[in-house]
């Protein structure tokens, strides 16, 4: 990791300190699972948004196995099956996820379509996990909606399979416009941007937890 890296990532860890989330800086993959292990319990019930950080760190393997209580919806058959877990999330004792962005200011940008993920991170869970690789910092806000709209957004669509411009094009159709808002974006039925959730400082002190690996995962 670069100079200027090691720099981003001290103001961003100080920054979300300062907004009552707990913060923590790993080098590898292997410690970010063995640090989730640390924050966890045998026999907590556990929870956790679509990511493919956490698939790609390893830390979607841990959670969903013994010692502890994972609510799987993928195992879900139906529907309502799924939505019951939804609902049984709220009542997680954590909630495991990672961040669309991390901000040096110590905020956390997320945008979602169903909106389960979202929901989770502000309410419900007793504790909230963010798993991040450092290709997550951005300055600020607005790049981080730029971030989203460039290299978040997209990918995922083609990822779930879903028919929407910037799946074809790699950026949102909104960056066509000279002054793109946050909200801009396609209309059809599969747009994945919906919602728009920014974490700053917190009542809850320390529920939010926000691992930065030193390394780069998922978009």
Same mark, same amino acid.
């Given at each position: 990791m670069t100079d200027e890296m090691k720099t981003r990532v001290e103001k961003t860890m100080q920054n979300l300190k300062r907004n009552r989330?707990?913060?923590?800086?790993?080098? =590898?993959?292997?410690?970010? !699972? %063995?640090? /989730?292990?640390?924050?966890?319990?045998?026999? @907590? =019930?556990?929870?956790?948004?679509?990511?493919? +950080?956490?698939?790609? +760190?390893g830390v979607y393997d841990l959670i969903s196995a013994a010692p502890y209580h994972f609510l799987d919806r993928s195992a879900a058959? +139906?529907?309502? %099956? /799924? #939505? @019951? &877990?939804? $609902?049984q999330t709220f !009542?997680?004792?954590?909630?495991? =996820?990672?961040a669309n962005a991390v901000t040096e200011n110590g905020e956390l940008y997320n945008v979602d379509g169903n909106s389960n993920r979202? *929901? *989770? &991170?502000?309410?419900?869970?007793?504790?909230? &996990?963010?798993?991040?690789?450092?290709?997550?910092? /951005?300055?600020? /806000?607005? #790049?981080? &909606?730029?971030r989203v709209k460039t290299k978040a957004a997209p990918p995922n669509t083609v990822r779930l399979g879903i028919d929407t411009p910037c799946a074809k094009t790699g950026e949102c159709i909104s960056l066509q416009? #000279?002054?793109?808002?946050?909200?801009d974006g396609c209309?059809? @039925?599969? $747009?994945? !941007?919906c919602n728009y959730?920014? !974490?700053a400082q917190q009542r809850h002190v320390n529920r939010m937890k926000v691992i930065l690996i030193g390394e780069e995962y998922g978009y």
């Amino acid at each position: 990791m670069t100079d200027e890296m090691k720099t981003r990532v001290e103001k961003t860890m100080q920054n979300l300190k300062r907004n009552r989330m707990e913060a923590y800086y790993v080098d =590898t993959k292997e410690e970010a !699972c %063995a640090l /989730v292990k640390q924050l966890l319990h045998p026999g @907590d =019930t556990v929870s956790c948004g679509g990511s493919v +950080t956490l698939k790609e +760190t390893g830390v979607y393997d841990l959670i969903s196995a013994a010692p502890y209580h994972f609510l799987d919806r993928s195992a879900a058959k +139906t529907p309502e %099956a /799924v #939505e @019951d &877990i939804y $609902r049984q999330t709220f !009542c997680a004792d954590a909630f495991v =996820t990672s961040a669309n962005a991390v901000t040096e200011n110590g905020e956390l940008y997320n945008v979602d379509g169903n909106s389960n993920r979202v *929901a *989770a &991170i502000l309410y419900g869970p007793k504790s909230v &996990i963010f798993v991040c690789g450092v290709n997550k910092i /951005v300055k600020d /806000v607005d #790049e981080a &909606i730029r971030r989203v709209k460039t290299k978040a957004a997209p990918p995922n669509t083609v990822r779930l399979g879903i028919d929407t411009p910037c799946a074809k094009t790699g950026e949102c159709i909104s960056l066509q416009k #000279e002054n793109p808002g946050m909200c801009d974006g396609c209309h059809g @039925d599969g $747009r994945i !941007c919906c919602n728009y959730v920014v !974490c700053a400082q917190q009542r809850h002190v320390n529920r939010m937890k926000v691992i930065l690996i030193g390394e780069e995962y998922g978009y």
